[in-house]
């Protein structure tokens, strides 16, 4: 989604505001099999979801929305509190969607050994999951995955998905990246014509 703004946004190379409904939440034959492709499922495969999963409504979202993944990324900058477009408030969307993350890590419904366990994580399985740093990576961390039921602990941290998680906490706290990326003058007559609106 972020591309998409960016890219209406953009004072010298705009493309136009109707690329948003046509390219990010197009229902073409391709856009739709692209969403079918990766997320397995026929829900939300239009872009519009509009199921309900452990009782919270998921406006837009592949499949039950679970992967936080995708959500983060375009919400780092963006920030879509109080405004919503033809289909959701993203404020709101990505709520349920990290509240259908937890519920579905909560029942585990594939039985993973030790899921969404971060305490039995850090007690019992510390050298599995925390990377020191080294020549490879400029800091250690948390690994980028980790699968106890395999055995299978990943040896380095990316900042492609350490990322989110700083900058979400600063905004959650200051609101700085939002206020900051907010505040540039082509940001709002960019989400005029796409047709966001206060909600």
């Keep these: ?24 939440a197009s229902q073409s034959d391709t856009a739709v099999r692209y969403r079918q492709g990766w997320g397995r499922t026929t829900q939300g495969d239009h872009y519009a979801n509009g199921n309900t999963y452990y009782s919270h409504k998921l406006d837009v979202g592949v499949g039950n929305g ?42 585990n419904p594939r039985h993973f050994k030790g899921y969404a366990a971060r305490r039995q994580w850090h007690t019992h ?21 980790a699968m106890e039921s395999e055995n299978s602990f990943e040896d380095v941290n990316m900042a492609l998905n350490q990322a989110p998680i700083v900058v979400m906490i600063e905004n959650h706290r ?26």
Excluded: C
Aim: net charge neutral; hydrophobic share 40%.
């Design 66 to 107: 679970r992967e936080l993944f995708f959500t983060h990324y375009s919400f780092m900058a963006f920030d879509p509190r109080g405004k919503r477009d033809h289909y959701a408030n993203y404020f709101q969307n990505n709520r349920d969607i990290a509240l259908i993350s937890h519920d579905y890590s909560v029942e």
């Design 174 to 199: 200051t609101g700085l990246i939002w206020k900051t990326s907010m505040s540039n003058p082509e940001i709002q007559p960019a989400l005029d014509a796409i047709g966001f609106h206060k909600d």
């Design 125 to 145: 399985l510390h050298r599995g999951i925390w990377t020191p740093r080294s020549g490879r990576q400029a800091v250690g961390g948390i690994t980028d995955s």
């Design 1 to 24: 989604m972020i591309i998409y703004l960016l890219a209406i946004a953009s004072p010298t190379h705009a493309v136009p505001a109707s690329l948003y409904y046509s390219g990010w």
